[in-house]
């Protein structure tokens, strides 16, 4: 690993990186351990943000800082990377490439007029496809069979700039939106100092992005509540784009309230109180959304197909100050109606 106080050589990538959380992590340790051929001037840290300072707590920002110090890698102190002092900073040490691992602002002038073209973000789609934040969830929302990852230079719009390079990454069956976003880092950061180098040499030659794009907008409350009058496929398809991310949410009819986790499971495979359940009979007498069976763990609730159940776990979560409803079966649970997780460019 070289550092910024390594002796140069003009085969060297001299890079400023900007980054946060698995992907900033998986791209500071790649370039860090790049034997020589990128030299890391520094970092910036997301948690100097004013609105994003609880992040100095996130394990993934210690780890990413004591990466930063047990390497001699400046830490910017600058407040944004829009800031004069970030500017300043950039004309400092002007490297070769400003780099972006997941980051909350929209660069702009005159930061992009410093850097010349050369500031790279790396997206976690295959552009124009899924432009904005958090393009895993989308792709696991919409049933999506594969993925892909976009180094991209950055222009003035969002996610808009000529691509580098591009990858497919396999969106397996049971995926949710945080294995898949671990996944997708982990291709960023094996494939990052050969991008960078490339790039550099002059052997890649920017790309302008083509076709129908679509966007992920800002997260929504909607998209946690449980559709239960959809196929269980598109039930599964949400949980498990939002697990870890948002609770599930649905309602008595009167008062909303949410599961940490959930499931979509064959009713026949499914044991409540050593009890398995066979739907097929009593097909005709079942709602989507009725309560089947509540023990101490788990609330079974029917969808639309007799075969498949969602399986939730308890306890319940509500709004402080609120009551948990006692859940029993027979009961109907309701759900507001969700919105798409996409609108279109």
């Not at 980054?19 to 791209?27: A, K, P």
């Not at 649905?250 to 026949?268: H, I, M, P, R, W």
Request: glycine share 8%; proline share 6%.
């Amino acid at each position: 690993m070289k550092t910024a106080g390594d002796s140069d050589s003009s085969n060297q990538v001299r890079v400023l990186f900007a980054g946060f959380g698995r992907l900033g992590l998986s791209i500071m340790r790649n370039l860090l351990a790049s034997s020589g051929e990128v030299i890391v001037l520094g970092m910036m840290p997301a948690s100097n943000l004013s609105r994003y300072r609880f992040l100095v707590d996130h394990p993934s920002e210690i780890e990413l800082l004591q990466l930063a110090h047990d390497n001699h890698v400046r830490i910017l102190t600058a407040p944004s990377i829009n800031s004069d002092e970030f500017r300043s900073e950039l004309l400092n040490l002007s490297p070769d490439v400003l780099l972006i691992g997941s980051w909350a602002e929209i660069i702009k002038q005159p930061v992009l007029s410093i850097a010349k073209e050369r500031v790279i973000n790396c997206h976690g789609s295959l552009l124009p496809k899924y432009r904005g934040a958090c393009p895993q969830i989308a792709t696991i929302f919409n049933g999506d069979k594969s993925a892909g990852i976009t180094f991209h230079l950055i222009d003035e719009g969002i996610d808009t700039g000529h691509i580098l390079r591009q990858q497919d990454v396999e969106v397996r069956p049971r995926d949710t939106a945080i294995q898949l976003d671990e996944r997708i880092a982990n291709r960023f950061g094996e494939s990052v100092v050969e991008l960078l180098c490339d790039f550099k040499n002059g052997a890649i030659v920017p790309q302008k992005q083509t076709g129908g794009a679509s966007y992920v907008p800002k997260e929504h409350p909607e998209w946690a509540w449980i559709p239960w009058e959809e196929d269980p496929e598109v039930i599964d398809r949400r949980i498990r784009a939002l697990h870890g991310i948002l609770p599930l949410i649905t309602s008595d009819g009167q008062l909303a309230f949410g599961f940490d986790e959930g499931e979509v499971v064959k009713s026949n495979t499914t044991r409540i109180n050593g009890r398995a359940f066979n739907l097929f009979q009593i097909r005709s007498q079942l709602r989507p959304g009725t309560v089947l069976a509540v023990d101490s763990e788990n609330v079974v609730v029917c969808t639309r197909n007799p075969d498949f159940v969602v399986q939730l776990k308890l306890p319940l979560i509500v709004q402080d100050g609120q009551t948990p409803p006692v859940i029993r079966p027979g009961e109907r649970f309701f759900s507001i109606a969700v919105q798409n997780i996409l609108k279109s460019a």
